[in-house]
């Protein structure tokens, strides 16, 4: 079940409110686990079990870690296994088929190794899980006795499938009973609905766009429609991902709970340094509490720094999916971090229009290797855009789809927050956000399933 779907909007989402809402609350939490665990089992049934398992294994590992807060030993021995099991879940369930079928490729022989199917949403509740119990070891957070505190935190169906990624402690006081006002559920929903219209009405219409070019084939596309894929690509998955993010935040608001935000405009960023503190900030938070700093950060010298930025990029690129364009996507940004360290950020600093101009084209191309699973259509596709060839292909596409790049780039600039921080709570900015819902309902009556490109990573 996604957010953007009439079954989650007019089903689930009202019953869950109405008793949510209903019971006193203390018992709230055990309505969030038991809810979230219903909204995972409508799209992924078979997985439910691994998601319990999660909290059940890291509950009581970290128990014992706190149990045995004085014993390093036993203490570092029930932090191995938790990662070991963390770590090895996913592993397994979403890298066996990559490993297996590189390991087929380079040894010549087919194996007989069922396919696994990759269970919703692990990336993302693995690795909460995993900075919860760092986090109880370092001693940074007290250990949860609860079990269904933890359980709802883990499970939550806000967060759950796509983020953002939440350290414990962020939310930690908002699992405690409290009061949740009128207002907060209120910006909740204009949230919600901001969301909404920026997967339904914009990125969809994006993806549509992107999609249409590998019907043609990319070795028949004019050196102007490729920019214009790369484009729509460009704005497809940031407003899919930040509209996501969007209606995750407008969801917890109302639930009474503070999820952090996951963007902030990184499309104007100036270098791909000041891109990625905007760009799913919360995944970048996580890198570097937990791989880069542990790894010495940049307090160890300068080998020594571009070592763990390359390990980071390395294990970004690949959380991300398994496939080799994905390791090439992280590849390519940590090379153009490690410039910009070492020469081309100052450069950069100077102007800051031919800044935003080298970011944007950079994150461009980044999407396009992001975009594309084979390495050789990648490679046909940039040369598509960086040796001319005329044609008249994208006139089509330009009329069917131009028209939508214009709201969605202003849409993407702090313009348009601005705007909306001003004139959300008149007459006028709730009649365009009724507007906006009910458009996007209708949309939905009438569109095929489309699910949230995170969804499969």
């Given at each position: ?355 935003r101009i080298y970011t944007l084209i950079a994150v461009m191309c980044g999407w396009v ?89």
């Amino acid at each position: 079940m996604v957010f953007s779907s009439l079954n989650f909007m007019f089903r689930f989402l009202p019953v869950f409110l109405l008793i949510y809402f209903l019971v006193p609350g203390r018992f709230r939490n055990i309505v969030l686990l038991v809810g979230s665990l219903i909204f995972y089992g409508f799209g992924e049934p078979r997985y439910i079990l691994l998601l319990i398992m999660s909290v059940l294994v890291n509950y009581f590992l970290a128990r014992a870690m706190a149990a045995n807060q004085h014993r390093n030993t036993l203490k570092k021995l029930f932090l191995i296994l938790a990662v070991l099991y963390d770590v090895g879940t996913l592993l397994f369930f979403k890298y066996s088929n990559f490993i297996v079928n590189n390991v087929e490729i380079v040894s010549g022989r087919e194996f007989d190794f069922p396919r696994i199917m990759l269970p919703l949403g692990i990336s993302f509740y693995t690795f909460q899980i995993l900075a919860y119990v760092a986090d109880v070891y370092c001693e940074r957070i007290p250990c949860e006795m609860s079990l269904m505190q933890l359980g709802a935190y883990l499970c939550m169906f806000p967060k759950l499938l796509e983020g953002p990624i939440v350290p414990y402690s962020t939310i930690a006081e908002d699992l405690k009973p409290h009061r949740i006002t009128v207002d907060c559920f209120e910006e909740g929903l204009r949230v919600f609905t901001l969301g909404l219209g920026s997967k339904i009405l914009l990125a969809n219409r994006f993806g549509q766009a992107w999609n249409s070019l590998a019907v043609v084939g990319y070795e028949s596309l004019s050196t102007p429609t490729a920019w214009l894929g790369a484009g729509a690509y460009t704005l497809q998955i940031y407003f899919d991902f930040h509209g996501y993010s969007l209606m995750a935040i407008g969801l917890g608001q109302m639930l009474g709970f503070h999820l952090p935000a996951n963007f902030n405009h990184p499309y104007t960023a100036s270098s791909i340094t000041d891109f990625w503190k905007r760009w799913h900030i919360t995944l970048t938070d996580w890198f570097r509490t937990y791989i880069y700093i542990p790894l010495g950060g940049n307090r160890c010298g300068a080998v020594r720094m571009f070592f763990n930025m390359f390990i980071v990029w390395l294990l970004t690129g690949f959380w991300h999916g398994a496939s080799w364009n994905f390791i090439l996507w992280g590849l390519y940004h940590f090379v153009l971090l490690v410039l910009e360290r070492l020469f081309l950020k100052r450069y950069l600093d100077r102007s800051k229009i031919l800044s935003r101009i080298y970011t944007l084209i950079a994150v461009m191309c980044g999407w396009v290797i992001f975009a594309i699973t084979d390495i050789r259509e990648i490679g046909i596709y940039f040369s598509r855009m960086f040796t001319f060839h005329m044609g008249v292909d994208f006139k089509e596409p330009f009329v069917t789809y131009g028209l939508f790049f214009i709201p969605g780039i202003l849409l993407s600039t702090p313009l348009f927050q601005k705007l909306y921080e001003k004139r959300k709570k008149s007459l006028v900015g709730t009649v365009l956000l009724l507007a906006a819902f009910w458009v996007s309902v209708i949309v939905m009556v009438d569109s095929v399933y489309s699910p949230f490109l995170y969804l499969g990573f």
